[in-house]
């Protein structure tokens, strides 16, 4: 069994990132997790990672995702496959924090900005 000592929580304007397991904190682990905060009303930016698929997994809130232009209202029980190279973003539709828990199927992720 191998421990990680998860990465100390990176603020961002829209809320905060805290990396569980990554390359970084687990030699060799060959996936990312993250637990990923969004303020109400916020949205993280479009993006997309063009060499890794991600699941997005809503844990307290109430999110709406934005896949290539299609927007969906999401429910905790419901997680979100996302395809490598989608254009995505997340925004936090309550009044409440959003916590989610993200998955990516990469140690390392290449992250694209995506305008629009």
């Not at 254009?87 to 629009?116: F, K, M, W």
Request: charged share 20%.
């Amino acid at each position: 069994m191998k421990l990680s000592h998860p990465a100390d929580p990176i603020r961002e304007p829209w809320g905060t990132m805290t990396w569980l397991v990554e390359d970084a904190t687990v030699a060799d682990a060959g996936l990312s997790l993250m637990r990923m905060t969004l303020d109400p009303g916020a949205t993280s930016p479009r993006h997309s990672h063009p060499d890794c698929n991600e699941v997005i997994t809503l844990l307290e809130g109430q999110i709406e995702v934005d896949l290539d232009g299609t927007v969906s209202a999401v429910r905790s029980d419901q997680p979100v496959f996302i395809r490598a190279g989608t254009a995505h973003h997340i925004t936090n539709s309550g009044d409440q924090e959003a916590v989610l828990l993200i998955c990516y199927s990469s140690g390392t992720r290449i992250y694209e900005a995506v305008p629009g």
